[in-house]
C-alpha cells in the first residue's frame, strides 16, 4: 500500500514495484488521480490523509480484497508549507501535521494489527533530509519531519521481535511537483505583504516557481524507489536510507559540527538559495 502516488515518489513507486511483480494498491486524494491511475492499470483507491473516514474505508476496502493481508506499508504522502514560522497560522500549522504526521500515523496504526496476525510486515516512512538538519522558511515542514522522525524510532522500538520492520528514507531533492504543490500552500497561506521576511519571499517565490531541477544534486524519483525496494526486499532492511548527496552531507555535519557552526552553514545555503535566484 502506497500513499501520494499522483505525481512523483508515489506515482514511480506504485509503477515500478507493480513491474516488478507487486500486487499493489496505489492511494491519492483526488478521484481524478485516482481514474488516472486506475486508466494506467494500478489498482488505485481514493484515501485523504486529513480525513479518519476515507483512511479507514481505504484500508478496509485493501484487506477485502487481499482476504486480510498486508506486507507492506509505503508512507509517502506529504506536502510542503513555506513561510517563516512567526507568519505560520495555527490553522496553516495544524493542517501541515494532519497530512503529514496525524494522518500517517493514524493510517500505520490501522495497518500494524494485521501484520501482527501474520507475524510479518515492512513500514517504510518517506521522511526527508529537513528530518535530519532545518532550513530557514520551512518550519511546519521541518516540524512535521522531524517529528516521523521521533516517532518512527519509538515504533521500530516498539515493535521489535514482531516480525514488523519499520525504515526512514531520507531524501534530499528529488525530481516531484513537490514545489509546484508548496507554491500553492504558500499564496494560499502565507500574507507575505504584510510580513518581515516580504523580500526574501520574493526570491522564495522565484524559486519555488522555476523550472527545471531545484539543484544540480536533483535526482529522479527512482533513486527513492532503488531504496524502497531494498528495504522492503532485504532481509535485514536497514533502519535509514540517505538519497541524494545533501542528504549524506546534512547527516554528516550534523554528526560532528556544534550546533552554532551548523547553524552558520544552513543559514549560508538558505542565503546563496535566495541568492542564485
Not at 57 to 82: C, K, M, S, W
Not at 93 to 121: C, D, K, Y
Amino acid at each position: 500500500m502506497i500513499t501520494g502516488c499522483s505525481s512523483g515518489i508515489g506515482y514511480c513507486a506504485a509503477h515500478t514495484l507493480a513491474k516488478r511483480g507487486y500486487r499493489v494498491f496505489a492511494t491519492a486524494r483526488k478521484d481524478t488521480d485516482v481514474q488516472r491511475l486506475q486508466a494506467e492499470g494500478l489498482e488505485a483507491l481514493r484515501l485523504d490523509l486529513d480525513d479518519s473516514l476515507s483512511i479507514e474505508r481505504a484500508v478496509t476496502e485493501i484487506l477485502h480484497r487481499t482476504n486480510g493481508t498486508l506486507d507492506a506499508l509505503f508512507n509517502n504522502g506529504a506536502y510542503g508549507q513555506p513561510g517563516a514560522v512567526e507568519d505560520l497560522r495555527r490553522d496553516v500549522l495544524r493542517a501541515q501535521f494532519e497530512t503529514n504526521l496525524f494522518g500517517t500515523i493514524e493510517l500505520t496504526n490501522r495497518v500494524i494489527p494485521v501484520m501482527r496476525r501474520q507475524g510479518h510486515g515492512r513500514i517504510v516512512q518517506n521522511s526527508s533530509v529537513l528530518g535530519l538538519a532545518a532550513l530557514p522558511y520551512r518550519g511546519a515542514y521541518n516540524a512535521t519531519k522531524f517529528a516521523l522522525e521521533g516517532i518512527t524510532d519509538t515504533l521500530r522500538l516498539e515493535l521489535a521481535g514482531s516480525g514488523i520492520h519499520v525504515s526512514l528514507i531520507e531524501p534530499g531533492p528529488v525530481k516531484s511537483r513537490f514545489r509546484a504543490n508548496a507554491y500553492a500552500a504558500f499564496q494560499r497561506n502565507i500574507d507575505k505583504e504584510h510580513s518581515a521576511h516580504n523580500q526574501i519571499y520574493e526570491a522564495l517565490e522565484r524559486r519555488l516557481t522555476k523550472q527545471g531541477p531545484s539543484t544540480s544534486f536533483t535526482l529522479p524519483p527512482d533513486a527513492v524507489v532503488a531504496k524502497l525496494i531494498n528495504a522492503l526486499e532485504s532481509p535485514r532492511p536497514r533502519i535509514r536510507y540517505y538519497v541524494t548527496k545533501p542528504t549524506y552531507f546534512f547527516a554528516a555535519l550534523r554528526r560532528i559540527l556544534p550546533y552554532r557552526a551548523l547553524d552558520w552553514v544552513m543559514q549560508r545555503v538558505s542565503a546563496d538559495e535566495h541568492k542564485d535566484q
